[in-house]
């Protein structure tokens, strides 16, 4: 079985400061790892995703993620939040054979303070 | 490279309607997934489909809920007799082809609201 918990359901951080979202999953298999952003009333647009290649993986709008298998994790990071980064995002795990959908966490509400 | 299309983007019906949601995938794609998103909660999974086949219907609600992927047009879920607790958005993903470690794109949603 597979899934994913996010914590910190609401996260709040200065513009210019340092993004941290966290992302923890539990895979019985070796997993692949997605990270998505949600604009509101919009679909979910692909951040980044981690198909085993290398541990740190970059994305798109200067985010990335780590992959570390000891504590079971792939936390999101951005060095320095801007406004438009308001959104709610959203960790997601596959990889069960046989499986193709995606199991998601419940989404990390990103506010980004002026 | 128009993305996944879905329509309607809001849908109002009356508990014991039916509703209709439609996917058009990527050009290209031949795998479709849908998703259902309750108010804040995650994506849940529901049904994956290629051109003509359910793959994986694991997440569809045993009654009242189909979902097709003909051999042409989009991809359609049906709801039928709808009831409040269906109110929720309704997501459609296509990819170029299947296994965990492809990317699948996601369409704008069609929110349900059921009166």
């Known amino acids: 079985a597979q899934s994913v918990t996010q914590l910190g359901s609401h996260v709040s951080v200065s513009e210019g400061a340092l993004v941290l979202l966290r992302c923890n999953y539990s895979?019985?298999?070796?997993?692949?790892l997605f990270w998505y952003v949600q604009y509101p009333n919009q679909g979910l647009q692909l951040l980044l995703k981690?198909?085993?290649?290398?541990?740190l993986v970059k994305g798109i709008n200067g985010f990335e993620a780590e992959f570390k298998k000891s504590e079971t994790s792939f936390h999101l990071t951005k060095p320095s939040a801007h406004m438009s980064d308001a959104a709610e995002y959203f960790c997601?795990?596959?990889?069960?054979?046989?499986?193709?959908?995606?199991?998601f966490g419940t989404g990390t509400r990103l506010t980004v303070i002026p | 490279n128009a993305g996944v299309m879905q329509n309607p983007r809001h849908l109002v019906r009356r508990r014991g309607q039916e509703a209709r949601l439609r996917c058009s995938p990527m050009?290209?794609?031949?795998?479709v997934y849908w998703y259902r998103q309750l108010p804040e909660e995650g994506l849940k999974f529901m049904v994956y489909?290629?051109?003509?086949?359910?793959?994986?219907e694991s997440g569809m609600p045993k009654e009242r809920f189909s979902a097709e992927f003909p051999k042409e047009g989009p991809s359609i879920l049906r709801i039928q007799q709808v009831v409040r607790g269906d109110s929720a958005a309704y997501f459609c993903?296509?990819?170029?082809?299947?296994?965990?470690?492809?990317?699948?794109?996601f369409g704008p949603g069609t929110r349900l609201l059921v009166l």
């Open positions: 993903a296509s990819s170029p082809s299947g296994g965990p470690v492809e990317t699948q794109y």
């Open positions: 895979s019985s298999v070796p997993p692949y």
């Open positions: 981690y198909t085993s290649a290398a541990t």
């Open positions: 997601a795990v596959s990889g069960q054979t046989g499986a193709n959908n995606l199991f």
């Open positions: 050009k290209g794609h031949s795998h």
């Open positions: 489909l290629q051109k003509e086949n359910i793959i994986d």
